[in-house]
């Protein structure tokens, strides 16, 4: 006797890209560093509870905190399979998205957080002086008198 074979279909959509993504930025262990919380809460920490909010909301184009339950029931195997791995939809409940929004209200904290976060994410280069013109109009459009004059008056700005 054969069994039935279950087949069960789920749309990935961004959601790896986007959890990716914010996994190399280091997201949730930056958050969980500078918002430490009690300890005393199983599950997601709260870097990934974040992140896991972040990719509904980018996904979906909606940060209504009552839609992210629903929508990690619908994504479970994806959202694991992304390295959400103790992920439930408990998880994800209003009452711990609120908690998120509170941590983060830290001014100081988000400040020092946002820091490090930049600060691992933006380059910074010494480079030549000089003056670029650019356009976002067609070539040919400027006659070589125009750019002249142009270079001249920006020029002139600089000196």
């Not at 959890?19 to 560093?33: E, F, I, N, T, Y």
């Not at 909010?53 to 992210?68: E, F, G, I, K, Y």
């Not at 390295?83 to 998120?100: C, F, H, Q, Y």
């Not at 820091?115 to 002086?129: D, K, T």
Request: a neutral charge; hydrophobic letters at 45%.
């Amino acid at each position: 006797m054969k069994e039935a074979l279950s087949i069960e279909t789920e749309r990935a959509d961004d959601i790896p890209l986007l959890l990716r993504h914010m996994q190399q930025m280091q997201v949730a262990s930056l958050l969980d560093k500078h918002f430490p919380t009690h300890g005393l809460r199983k599950g997601l920490s709260m870097g990934e509870l974040t992140l896991v909010w972040l990719t509904h909301v980018l996904s979906q184009a909606d940060h209504r905190m009552n839609r992210v339950q629903d929508w990690a029931k619908r994504h479970l195997t994806i959202l694991r399979g992304c390295g959400l791995k103790s992920l439930t939809p408990l998880d994800v409940t209003d009452d711990r998205l609120a908690d998120v929004l509170r941590l983060l209200s830290d001014d100081e904290r988000y400040r020092a957080f946002e820091q490090e976060l930049m600060g691992q994410l933006l380059r910074v280069y010494a480079l030549a002086a000089g003056v670029l013109i650019t356009s976002l109009s067609t070539p040919g459009v400027f006659s070589p008198a125009f750019i002249s004059a142009t270079r001249r008056t920006l020029m002139s700005r600089f000196e």
